[in-house]
């Protein structure tokens, strides 16, 4: 059983279109992570809050937006999904960066 | 950035033997390196972690070591058992840094 909840499960986009992505957690936990999953990839991380301060990594600070509006919820906007955005998206949380990560089930992004 | 190898992709191991799995990183900043698991149909959950002020760590049958001069570190799964059979992937951060993680090592454990 997992107390970090992503919605939904699958999602199919157009290319050029907005992609939002929603993920919960009941633990109160201060950090929420992003992270994108590819076929025999690593999970590469996009970005974390930590509390209400955003850090986004370097190399995918243009193609990701988030939002934190209270502690419980975070989402992960795609302003325009190319082909190359279809992966996996796991949604985490933490008490503090450097604790345990709870994952997600993770949302499915298939971009055609 | 930091990165981190993960030197198997996949172990097959005989019920009651020890899989170990190895990992290297570049970052000598990195201080917490902790190790998840996915089971088939299921998210990662965490398995085990080790911080730079130790180099030993057990919990019940794993073991984790690390090796700071190196930069290595790995997970010893003592005395397999079918339900070990999973991805593992190992992960290293810095202070107040996301988890970068391996590829991810596939065990099979068969009688």
């Known amino acids: 059983d997992t107390t970090v909840k992503q919605n939904p499960r699958y999602k199919l986009a157009r290319v050029g279109k907005p992609v939002n992505l929603i993920c919960s957690q009941t633990?109160?936990?201060?950090?929420m992570y992003w992270y994108q999953k590819k076929p025999n990839q690593a999970p590469k991380l996009l970005l974390f809050?930590?509390?209400?301060?955003?850090?986004r990594e370097a190399d995918t600070f243009e193609k990701f937006q988030s939002s934190r509006p209270n502690n419980s919820f975070c989402s992960l906007y795609i302003g325009s999904a190319g082909l190359e955005y279809s992966a996996m998206y796991l949604c985490?949380?933490?008490?503090?960066?450097?604790?345990?990560?709870?994952f997600g089930h993770g949302t499915k992004l298939s971009v055609l | 950035g930091e990165k981190v190898e993960q030197h198997e992709s996949t172990l097959s191991v005989r019920e009651g033997d020890s899989a170990v799995i190895n990992c290297t990183y570049t970052?000598?900043?990195?201080?917490?390196f902790p190790w998840y698991k996915q089971e088939a149909g299921k998210s990662l959950h965490f398995v085990i972690d080790?911080?730079?002020?130790?180099d030993r760590k057990q919990s019940q049958r794993l073991i984790v070591l690390l090796d700071k001069k190196a930069k290595r570190f790995s997970l010893h799964i003592t005395a397999t058992q079918p339900e070990d059979s999973a991805i593992y992937f190992c992960?290293?951060?810095?202070?107040?840094?996301?988890?970068?993680f391996g590829l991810g090592t596939r065990v099979s454990v068969f009688p």
């Open positions: 080790i911080r730079s002020n130790v």
């Open positions: 992960a290293a951060s810095s202070y107040a840094q996301g988890l970068t």
């Open positions: 985490a949380s933490s008490a503090g960066t450097e604790g345990r990560l709870f």
């Open positions: 633990m109160n936990h201060d950090t």
């Open positions: 970052d000598t900043a990195s201080s917490y």
């Open positions: 809050y930590y509390d209400k301060i955003l850090n």
